[in-house]
């Protein structure tokens, strides 16, 4: 099964008709204990903190669309991250994007700082910027690509290159793109994280993280910290994402579709000061991301002439678009990401320009998605 097309794995890694009933669909095993024939004799699961049947359907199906040896699947993308910032002890040193997720960045400085893990924020796609930064005590880089809100991109291969030369790990969140769009383990990286609340969910329903590593002993790892932390997610919620994720090839190619559409709108309306999207020739990171993606994806960022005034006033005017935080949904979304999403990153280096909206483009009607968009830029224009 693992030579297998991506649309097939999609449907069917780690899934197979329910050997008792025939069921297509993997059983929702709500069970919180399992029976033991003696004490340790048992089918493979004890107590469903640490092993449930249908995370472990969940957990297959994912790690083989990563290319991974093992993944892990958590109650929520930072309850992923938080495992993985686990395997850090007191002392060390991380380097982070200058631009990533807000939350990334508050769970790094607030939670983990606390503990004694301290933190360098460089521009990734400078790799000297990479070299500079790194000390005796550096044991990891986080990298976001395509980055949240910004949509910058790193060159996996070429920071795992850095990484691997002083023995650092390299871990990609691989959120905006998901592994149909791109595959950090092959390139290089060593762990993958995920906020399966987006793409690999799809429908705004489910609240869940992953992590995906190259190699089995790091994923023992992080299993340790998955079930000693607890943050696992519910039978259900493994149900909900394991059935996005069937469809993530067909909904990403529309997601690819409609963002390009929606950039060329955009960049056509003279309230625009400036389009965000790696699809874009003139983007920084174009080149890198036509080798190491195969599409550029549904998020995308735009500035507005009349700052932040113009922003909130473009999104709170759309109707197709729902102001409202998340992405990678069906549904489109707009936000504010200085207001919203990155609240938590004010008055830091990652903090966002006022002016700036975050596009979440979703799967209806082109023609739809470029009148309520256009509609709502003429009133600042
Ligand atoms: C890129 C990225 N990573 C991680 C997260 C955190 O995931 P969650 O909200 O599922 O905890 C988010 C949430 O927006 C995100 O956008």
């Known amino acids: 099964m693992s030579t297998a097309g991506f649309e097939t794995l999609a449907v069917h890694a780690g899934q197979e008709p329910d050997p008792r009933t025939g069921a297509v669909v993997a059983p929702i095993s709500l069970a919180t204990t399992y029976a033991q024939a003696s004490v340790g004799e048992h089918l493979g699961f004890e107590y469903s903190r640490s092993g449930n049947p249908t995370r472990a359907t969940h957990e297959a199906c994912l790690a083989t669309l990563e290319g991974a040896a093992a993944g892990l699947a958590f109650a929520s993308g930072l309850a992923a991250e938080n495992a993985v910032l686990h395997l850090l002890a007191p002392g060390d040193h991380l380097v982070i994007p200058t631009d990533a997720y807000g939350g990334t960045f508050r769970l790094i400085d607030r939670v983990h700082g606390r503990g004694g893990v301290t933190h360098s924020a460089v521009d990734l ?17 986080w990298v976001e690509t395509p980055s949240n809100p910004l949509l910058n991109i790193v060159d996996i291969a070429a920071v795992a290159e850095v990484a691997q030369r002083h023995g ?3 871990v990609v969140d691989n959120t905006f793109a998901t592994p ?15 906020s399966t609340t987006k793409y690999l969910g799809g429908h705004s329903d489910v609240v869940g993280g992953f992590v995906a590593a190259a190699d089995a002993g790091r994923a ?3 299993a340790f910290f998955q079930n000693a932390l607890g943050g696992v997610p519910s039978p259900f919620d ?3 994402v394991l059935r996005g994720i069937k469809t993530l090839p067909l ?3 529309r997601h690819n579709a409609n963002a390009a559409a929606v950039v060329a709108a955009l960049e056509s309306h003279p ?8 699809g874009r020739d003139d983007h920084p990171g174009h080149a890198v991301a036509a080798r190491q993606m195969s599409g550029f994806g549904g998020m995308v960022s735009f500035v507005v002439a009349g700052g932040e005034p113009a922003a909130l006033e473009v999104a709170r005017s759309t109707e197709v678009f729902t102001l409202a935080e998340s992405l990678g949904a069906v549904e489109s979304l707009i936000e504010h990401p200085h207001r919203m999403t990155h609240a938590s990153v004010a008055g830091s280096a990652l903090a966002v320009d006022p002016g700036l909206v975050r596009l979440s483009v979703g799967v209806e009607s ?3 998605l470029i009148a309520d968009l256009v509609l709502a830029l003429d009133r600042v224009r």
């Open 366 to 368: 082109e023609a739809d």
């Open 180 to 194: 149909y769009l791109q595959k950090p383990l092959a390139l290089g990286a060593d762990l993958v994280v995920h």
């Open 251 to 253: 909904r990403m190619d």
């Open 125 to 141: 796609a400078d790799l000297v910027a990479v070299e500079e930064a790194w000390r005796p005590s550096t044991r990891m880089v």
């Open 168 to 170: 650092g790990l390299v």
């Open 220 to 222: 023992e790892e992080v």
């Open 271 to 278: 309230a625009v000061t400036r389009v965000l999207y790696p």
């Open 238 to 240: 493994c149900f909900l």
